[in-house]
Structure formats: C-alpha cells, structure tokens
C-alpha cells in the first residue's frame, strides 16, 4: 500500500489530526475518531506534508473543518 493511499484510509476514519514534525520532510500523524485515538503513519509525501502544514498553522492539531477540507481535496469528498 502506497502511503498516500494509507493516509486517506487512515483520513476516511478520523475527524482529527495530531501532527509531530519529526523533520522538514517528514511528519508523524495520530488520527482520532471523536477522541479515540484510531491509528498512527509518517508522511513525507511531499504534497501532503505541505497541506498538513498549512492546515495545522503553528499547531500541531488539525480539527474537523481542516480534516473535511483535506477530505475534500484529496478524496474529492464534498463539505456539507
């Protein structure tokens, strides 16, 4: 499985991100489902990491509307 293939399914089943910048091209995830941690990867996809970085500003969370705009992006999931 490709790794942004394992992001978006690990995407489809979260509604927030907790990033940890491990270096400029690599970022640790921890995905949640309504407080429970669901799972955890490295990226170091470059586009991905890019998004993840702007979506999380100087945080290291990235809540529901930046998961839904990921979604939506990447997925080409609609936001409602």
Do not use: W
């Not at 400029?24 to 990867?41: A, E, P, V």
């Not at 490295?42 to 998004?51: F, I, N, R």
């Not at 500003?57 to 409602?80: C, D, N, P, W, Y």
Request: proline share 2%; hydrophobic share 40%.
């Amino acid at each position: 499985m490709s790794e942004r293939t394992g992001f978006l399914n690990n995407l489809d089943k979260c509604n927030l991100v907790v990033l940890t910048p491990v270096s400029k091209d690599r970022t640790y995830c921890r995905f949640f489902l309504d407080g429970l941690y669901m799972d955890r990867m490295y990226v170091s996809d470059p586009a991905l990491v890019a998004k993840l970085s702007q979506l999380s500003g100087k945080g290291e969370e990235i809540s529901t509307g930046g998961v839904a705009r990921l979604k939506q992006l990447f997925m080409g999931v609609a936001i409602l």
